[in-house]
């Protein structure tokens, strides 16, 4: 059940209705049915794993929070309860979405040492959202561990909270400390809420279908015959995908926060306007914000962070990074792809008061427009550079292609794939990113929503309609593929 899809939409509006007509002590049943229904449109099987990963971090989380009652005394079981629930969960995370990728590679290796062994892949399919609400459940079993948040004793509450549908397959991926307690909340129809709840939703699905899906034509043709391109063929889809995956995956995020406002949630932000970084680092400060500071708080900081000498932070760096890249798929690419961002982060320090020195020397003004934009522009590039290893379905096409963005500069084939997307087709995807880009980027200095909602009646609505009829004429709905971090 996509967001995408009419069915959600029939599925939301029960859920909306049938929340608001519950008693309030009766409405976190409604919800955590519905999320399990939610999920077992996709695979009914698979949610027993939800509900194991449940199960486990709610236990540990009782045993640490008790362990934490009693004082230092019991400071090692603590550690066992944590560590058993780290075991678990983690080694879910392994079986279903590492196994065949750790096997192969084992494999590779006893061919090449001419080693007569085998390792068994298995066959299962990968639970959708796994990452992600495993990611979830031991954020909350960390926090408990810390003393951070105190254990609920509520396992239905705490089970919706694992598993709240708007967020459960692609987040954002929530923190106990804001969502956990909002079930506890009494909320009421609020029309304001619920406006901005679907203007969200309406916004999220202008940019899954009809820019993200547009996008994604292209660039499926594209990496699907490598051999067929050239370099600028190659840049303009590099540059597509950039803005697909982005669409793709905030737009999923917009309707997961719209979709959770409708009921009166508050979801954290998972982007802020990515592409207008000045830095590698503040990219992933505004890119996939929630696993951005899942990593930083549960992983970078206790590692040492930067409070390290500078080669123990170069280190510290690389390993979130690397372990950021396996997190998104079990390919070698994506490891790869996080250890080019750790290099970017790291590079991007070392050498950042020779940069400072080398702008004044050309008495260019570090703070002017010039130097912000140049800053932006090179930051983009190096993160296209770096999707080309995130999109690359392996070694040997991500080989080919570098090796024709090299030697193969020729325009035909650039043409022969507009030819074949489609002319008028290109022209709709080169206005529909730019303009993209002109309100995003106005709405850095000025709220353009906020300037909506105040605006009079009638052009409230007129944009609203506007944006429904654009959606429904141009939105890309045959066989509209599902978002790309389900996978994930």
């Not at 996509?2 to 939301?12: E, G, H, N, P």
């Not at 919800?31 to 027993?48: D, E, H, I, Q």
């Not at 697909?244 to 306007?273: E, K, P, T, V």
């Not at 963005?405 to 529909?432: K, P, Y």
Request: proline fraction near 2%; aromatic fraction near 18%; glycine fraction near 6%.
């Amino acid at each position: 059940m996509a967001f995408q899809t009419f069915s959600y939409f029939v599925f939301i509006f029960v859920m909306v209705i049938g929340y608001y007509a519950l008693p309030t002590r009766m409405r976190w049943v409604l919800l955590l049915a519905g999320s399990y229904f939610f999920y077992m449109c996709w695979n009914a099987t698979y949610a027993l794993l939800l509900l194991f990963s449940t199960v486990i971090t709610f236990a540990a989380s009782l045993l640490i929070d008790s362990a934490n009652r009693k004082g230092e005394k019991y400071k090692k079981h603590k550690k066992i309860y944590v560590a058993l629930s780290l075991i678990c969960n983690l080694g879910i995370l392994f079986f279903f979405k590492y196994w065949n990728m750790i096997a192969a590679t084992l494999n590779d290796g006893f061919t090449w040492l001419a080693i007569p062994l085998q390792v068994q892949r298995t066959s299962v399919l990968l639970p959708v959202g796994i990452s992600f609400y495993i990611f979830q459940a031991l954020g909350y079993t960390i926090d408990v561990y810390r003393g951070d948040v105190k254990a609920t004793r509520h396992f239905g509450k705490y089970a919706l909270f694992v598993s709240f549908f708007p967020q459960l397959v692609a987040g954002p991926i929530e923190r106990s400390s804001n969502l956990l307690y909002q079930f506890d909340e009494i909320h009421r129809p609020n029309f304001d809420v619920m406006r901005a709840g679907a203007i969200k939703i309406l916004v999220g699905l202008i940019k899954k279908v009809l820019i993200a899906d547009r996008l994604a034509v292209l660039v499926d043709i594209v990496f699907s015959n490598a051999e067929q391109y050239g370099a600028p063929a190659y840049i303009v889809a590099v540059v597509c995908f950039a803005f697909q995956i982005y669409c793709d995956f905030s737009g999923y995020s917009d309707i997961a926060i719209g979709s959770a406002g409708l009921l009166g949630f508050r979801l954290m932000q998972n982007f802020d306007r990515p592409y207008f970084s000045t830095s590698i680092a503040e990219f992933w400060r505004r890119w996939h914000i929630s696993l951005s500071s899942w990593f930083r708080d549960y992983l970078y900081f206790p590692l040492g962070g930067s409070r390290r000498s500078m080669l123990r932070w170069a280190l510290n760096t690389m390993i979130v990074f690397l372990v950021s890249g396996l997190w998104h798929g079990a390919e070698w690419t994506f490891v790869a792809w996080g250890g080019l961002n750790g290099l970017y982060q790291i590079v991007g320090r070392v050498t950042k008061s020779r940069r400072d020195h080398l702008i004044q020397a050309v008495g260019m003004n570090p703070d002017g427009r010039l130097r912000q934009v140049m800053a932006m522009f090179c930051t983009f590039v190096l993160t296209c550079f770096a999707w080309l290893l995130f999109r690359a379905d392996n070694f040997t096409q991500l080989q080919l292609i570098f090796s024709r963005l090299i030697s193969t500069w020729e325009f035909d084939s650039l043409l022969q794939l507009i030819h074949l997307v489609n002319g008028r087709e290109c022209l709709l995807m080169a206005i529909l990113v730019l303009s993209l880009l002109v309100i995003e980027w106005i709405s850095q200095k000025h709220d353009l929503y906020a300037k909506l909602i105040t605006s009079s009646l009638p052009l409230r609505w007129s944009v609203y309609l506007a944006l429904m009829f654009v959606l429904i004429l141009f939105g890309k709905y045959n066989e509209s593929p599902s978002f790309i971090y389900f996978q994930f």
